[in-house]
């Protein structure tokens, strides 16, 4: 989501005539993207505001605006901040032109966050973040692929998360908007469109008699020539419309066979106190029934450890989860409090720092081996990549004998491909023959 607020920020404030800078010293504009998920993500906001002060001391003029949701959370205790010019919360990103030109003509309150975040767009408001979505739209930084926002918000109030309150009510875009964008994208040359939700699955638009789910945007999204890959996350474990979606994943060549599905915990006492309307049974269940109707299916999550009340028993049953899911890969990350959510008011943040720690390590540490084994399936494989760009290893990006530099590509089923290569294959598919394999990347040579 961030990153694709970041890329329709870029656009718009591009096209009013802005430059990007190559260096912040030399930039008469800094705007951060933020995110409040994590309190780290937010004090690494507070440290660069800092570094930013020390410029400002000799550039006065340099303007600072924190846009996200950050922006949206903090509101005008951010303004206070001495550094900042500009807030803009993620539902107003449209207006960011007015508020970097009033800033520059020396407006000190260049401000747009919602003033009640959780009330329900009308449909004027939710037109007018349609068009500014549809205006602006690809992602320069990977050529041939983008992003598309089929549902704003999140109503599912898991009770330590931070995203309905600063990204408001779950809504559903048109479809008719989102077909119409995906072939805007195509006819630009984008051959993957990732489509976002925070749960994703819950896509839900009544237009006349029929509703639509996401099984039947997959299914028009298909339809659009050019367009190859199509993928979308993030899902949330329910059964609402599974079947329907696991169906459009085996039926359609186009859509990836991957599923990043949160499991959060293997503990249902655990779950129950997140507020996540499913036991590790259920989810289990739901990932056996995606193994059936799609074989080949490669399967993500994401996982907290620490929330308030886990016990060793508690995570133990997370590490058994692990080990039956045999996920690709998870994400782990450490309960964190964020403040206005129901686990800040109403629990103690009672697993201590350390045990968070090696919690944290020993649940990747599982994952590690089971993402080693099934990476090593793809050994004197061939697989089919579309290619993202150049390595980001400085010395492989140009090697200094002339020879071909590292690529970075992907294959369907969301594995990170690394070879050596033309950099005029980026944005292009490609077949790699892999010779080695490590837990998380799979190395090859270019067919
Ligand atoms: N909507 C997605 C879902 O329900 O799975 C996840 C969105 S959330 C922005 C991304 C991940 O951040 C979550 O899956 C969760 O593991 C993690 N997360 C959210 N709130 C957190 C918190 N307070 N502390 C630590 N991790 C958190
Ligand atoms: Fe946050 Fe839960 Fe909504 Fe995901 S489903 S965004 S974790 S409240």
């Not at 049974?281 to 450890?305: C, N, R």
């Amino acid at each position: 989501m961030n990153k694709l607020d970041t890329a329709l920020v870029t656009a718009a404030i591009s096209k009013a005539g802005f430059e990007p800078a190559d260096d912040v010293k030399e930039a008469d504009v800094v705007l951060i993207n933020t995110c409040s998920v994590r309190e780290h993500a937010e004090q690494r906001v507070l440290s660069h505001l800092g570094h930013l002060k020390h410029i400002k001391e000799n550039k006065p003029e340099l303007i600072v605006g924190i846009i996200g949701c950050m922006a949206q959370r903090l509101g005008k205790k951010l303004l206070a901040h001495e550094t900042v010019d500009i807030v803009c919360g993620p539902a107003q990103i449209p207006q960011i032109v007015r508020l970097v030109n009033e800033a520059l003509n020396g407006s000190k309150a260049a401000i747009a966050v919602t003033e009640k975040i959780r009330e329900k767009t009308n449909a004027e408001q939710n037109r007018a973040l349609d068009d500014f979505e549809s205006v602006f739209d690809t992602d320069k930084t990977i050529p041939a692929q983008a992003y598309v926002r089929v549902m704003h918000g999140c109503d599912n109030f898991c009770t330590y998360c931070i995203v309905p309150y600063v990204r408001g009510p779950e809504i559903s875009r048109p479809p008719k908007v989102i077909i119409d964008q995906i072939e805007k994208l195509a006819q630009k040359g984008v051959k993957q469109v990732t489509l976002l939700g925070q749960r994703v699955n819950a896509y839900k638009y009544t237009a006349g008699e029929k509703t639509y789910c996401l099984a039947d945007l997959l299914y028009l999204a298909s339809k659009v020539n050019v367009i190859e890959r199509i993928r979308f996350v993030t899902s949330y474990p329910s059964a609402e419309f599974f079947d329907e979606i696991l169906k459009a994943m085996a039926d359609l060549p186009k859509v990836c066979n991957y599923l990043h599905m949160p499991a959060q915990s293997g503990s249902d006492k655990i779950l129950a106190a997140m507020n996540r309307h499913y036991t590790a049974g259920q989810y289990l269940k739901l990932l056996a029934t995606a193994g059936e109707v799609v074989p080949d299916i490669a399967l993500s999550g994401d996982f907290m450890v620490g929330f308030p009340g886990e016990t060793e028993d508690d995570f133990q049953q997370t590490l058994e989860l692990v080990k039956k899911a045999q996920y690709k890969n998870c994400f782990v990350f450490k309960y964190s409090p964020r403040p206005g959510t129901s686990a800040e008011k109403r629990m103690q943040n009672d697993v201590p720092k350390e045990v968070k720690k090696r919690r944290n390590i020993e649940l990747l540490a599982a994952q590690e081996k089971i993402s080693d084994e099934l990476s090593r399936q793809f050994l004197r494989k061939e697989v089919k990549v579309l290619v993202e760009g150049l390595s980001k290893k400085p010395h492989l990006k140009s090697p200094r004998d002339g020879s071909n530099p590292q690529l970075i590509g992907r294959t369907a089923r969301d594995y990170i491909v690394v070879f050596n290569g033309p950099e005029s294959l980026a944005g292009e598919f490609a077949k790699v023959k892999i010779t080695k394999t490590t837990a998380l990347t799979l190395f090859g040579e270019l067919l």
